[in-house]
């Protein structure tokens, strides 16, 4: 009966001190008070579970994956929620790196696709004001080059031929036959040799009336052709016209005057820089794009109209804006969160609304000042011991917009 009795108080013990352990474990206490390296010599208040769960442990402990279970200092009663202290030996083997928030002048990349256009004040036509027939095709295939003045074909003119005859009749004499020459465009050359009194020519050269290429002819040799009917277009190509359709959402960042960079399929490796020059007053109500006009110089030859192309626009957004590393942003589809080094070892995971995304960096729009330092080094956050994820996913337990329900 005794050794029953003495085993009795040691039996009550057991069992209460399980049920104060288990109370510790729910209100998050600290029965252990045990000291951990994590938290630079100080007090562990709990672990809490690695992968964001609930449940605590007053001891060191691992879950079912082996993945051991995250200190909370006792003196981090003061940080903000989610607050995660890692030792300083920890950080440096982990790599950890930081970058100082400061405001700085950023730049929006706008891509967009486009195709390559003749530049439509480059453009001219050959449609001789008097009617005839062609005798002689000088430039006789598409795709020619001509210089200005370069004969292209040589025509017979019966209407020509009276007004030059009229012309040597009246010499000397007021005439309006050297007028009416002038008004169908008469070479100068030619009447100048009428007013010297040479014979006049059963046939006159029509000249090309700009420099470029030849990308439209109908003129064939032997046919008659009327007043006015088109016979050679020319283009000059040494400017080209790249159309870029933009959407309607990046309209606010381009303007006339920004530098382009254009990339054609057949050239990949090499952009051809450009300007914007116009935006088209419209905006296609399908699409919801519109169109910009971008100029790109063209000496050699190798834009060609009809290519498609795709266009990067740096657009600078004007003032100084508070932006991160890209890197330091940590994006779960309904929250971004960077986390802020409090002081050496400690960070919290801060909510912040991003703005526009420019290459390497963010804009910040809240929740950032100048002065503060962000982690841009993601190495720790697959270190299991130390698994700043699980961090942040207990840190948006149960708040509106976080992964808790």
Same mark, same amino acid.
């Given at each position: 009966?005794?050794?029953?009795? !003495?085993?009795?108080? =040691?039996?009550?013990?057991?069992?209460?001190?399980?049920?104060?352990?288990?109370?510790?474990?729910?209100?998050?206490?600290?029965?252990?008070?045990?000291?951990?390296?994590?938290?630079?010599?100080?007090?562990?208040?709990? +672990?809490?579970?690695?992968? =964001?769960?609930?449940?605590?442990?007053?001891?060191?402990?691992?879950?079912?994956?082996?993945?051991?279970?995250?200190?909370?200092?006792?003196?981090?009663?003061?940080?903000?929620? =989610?607050?995660?202290?890692?030792?300083?030996?920890?950080?440096?083997?982990?790599?950890? $790196?930081?970058?100082?928030?400061?405001?700085?002048?950023?730049?929006?990349?706008?891509?967009?696709?486009?195709?390559?256009?003749?530049? &439509?004040?480059?453009?001219? #036509? #050959? %449609?001789? !004001?008097?009617?005839? /027939?062609?005798?002689?095709?000088?430039?006789?295939?598409?795709?020619?080059?001509?210089?200005?003045?370069?004969?292209?074909?040589?025509?017979?003119?019966? &209407?020509?031929?009276?007004?030059?005859?009229?012309?040597?009749?009246?010499?000397?004499?007021?005439?309006?036959?050297?007028?009416?020459?002038?008004?169908?465009?008469?070479?100068?050359?030619?009447? *100048?040799?009428?007013?010297?009194?040479? $014979?006049?020519?059963?046939?006159?050269?029509?000249?090309?009336?700009? @420099?470029?290429?030849?990308?439209?002819?109908?003129?064939?040799?032997?046919?008659?052709?009327?007043?006015? *009917?088109?016979?050679? $277009?020319?283009?000059?190509?040494?400017?080209? /016209? #790249?159309?870029? *359709?933009? +959407?309607?959402?990046?309209?606010?960042?381009?303007?006339?005057?920004?530098?382009?960079?254009?990339?054609?399929?057949? /050239?990949?490796?090499?952009?051809?820089?450009?300007?914007?020059?116009?935006? +088209?007053?419209?905006?296609?109500?399908?699409?919801?794009?519109?169109?910009?006009?971008?100029?790109?110089?063209?000496?050699?030859?190798?834009?060609?109209?009809?290519?498609?192309?795709? #266009?990067?626009?740096?657009?600078?957004?004007?003032?100084? /804006?508070?932006?991160?590393?890209?890197?330091?942003?940590?994006?779960?589809?309904?929250?971004?969160?960077?986390?802020?080094?409090?002081?050496?070892?400690?960070?919290?995971?801060?909510?912040?609304?991003?703005?526009?995304?420019?290459?390497?960096?963010?804009?910040?729009?809240?929740?950032? !000042?100048?002065?503060?330092?962000?982690?841009?080094?993601?190495?720790?956050?697959?270190? %299991?011991?130390?698994?700043?994820? @699980?961090?942040?996913? %207990?840190?948006?337990?149960?708040?509106?917009?976080?992964?808790?329900?």
């Amino acid at each position: 009966m005794k050794s029953v009795a !003495k085993s009795r108080p =040691g039996i009550a013990g057991v069992v209460l001190l399980v049920v104060i352990i288990a109370t510790m474990a729910v209100t998050g206490g600290s029965a252990s008070a045990q000291i951990d390296p994590a938290c630079g010599g100080g007090k562990v208040k709990f +672990y809490r579970n690695p992968m =964001g769960a609930p449940d605590t442990s007053p001891v060191p402990k691992k879950d079912a994956m082996n993945m051991a279970y995250i200190p909370v200092c006792e003196d981090e009663t003061g940080d903000a929620a =989610g607050t995660v202290k890692i030792s300083l030996d920890k950080v440096q083997r982990l790599g950890v $790196r930081s970058e100082e928030v400061r405001e700085r002048p950023l730049a929006r990349t706008v891509r967009a696709f486009a195709t390559v256009q003749f530049d &439509e004040r480059r453009q001219s #036509v #050959v %449609a001789p !004001k008097f009617g005839g /027939w062609i005798e002689k095709l000088l430039v006789n295939a598409t795709g020619d080059t001509v210089t200005r003045g370069q004969p292209l074909f040589e025509v017979y003119s019966p &209407e020509l031929n009276v007004l030059q005859q009229e012309f040597m009749l009246s010499r000397g004499t007021q005439s309006g036959a050297e007028g009416r020459l002038r008004n169908l465009d008469y070479p100068e050359s030619d009447l *100048e040799k009428l007013r010297r009194g040479e $014979r006049p020519p059963r046939t006159i050269a029509v000249p090309a009336p700009t @420099a470029g290429t030849v990308i439209e002819k109908t003129a064939v040799a032997g046919m008659r052709y009327q007043p006015g *009917e088109t016979l050679f $277009r020319i283009v000059d190509t040494s400017v080209m /016209w #790249v159309l870029a *359709e933009v +959407y309607e959402q990046d309209l606010a960042f381009v303007k006339a005057g920004d530098m382009a960079k254009v990339t054609v399929n057949a /050239w990949p490796d090499r952009p051809f820089p450009g300007r914007v020059t116009f935006i +088209y007053p419209s905006v296609d109500k399908e699409s919801r794009t519109a169109r910009l006009r971008i100029e790109v110089a063209n000496p050699d030859g190798l834009l060609r109209a009809d290519m498609a192309a795709t #266009v990067e626009i740096e657009a600078p957004i004007p003032g100084q /804006w508070v932006a991160v590393p890209d890197s330091a942003v940590i994006d779960n589809g309904k929250r971004q969160i960077v986390l802020v080094e409090r002081s050496e070892g400690r960070f919290e995971p801060r909510p912040v609304r991003l703005g526009v995304r420019v290459p390497g960096y963010v804009q910040v729009l809240e929740g950032l !000042k100048p002065g503060e330092r962000v982690v841009t080094s993601a190495t720790f956050l697959i270190d %299991a011991e130390s698994n700043l994820r @699980a961090a942040l996913a %207990a840190f948006t337990q149960g708040q509106p917009g976080g992964d808790g329900k």
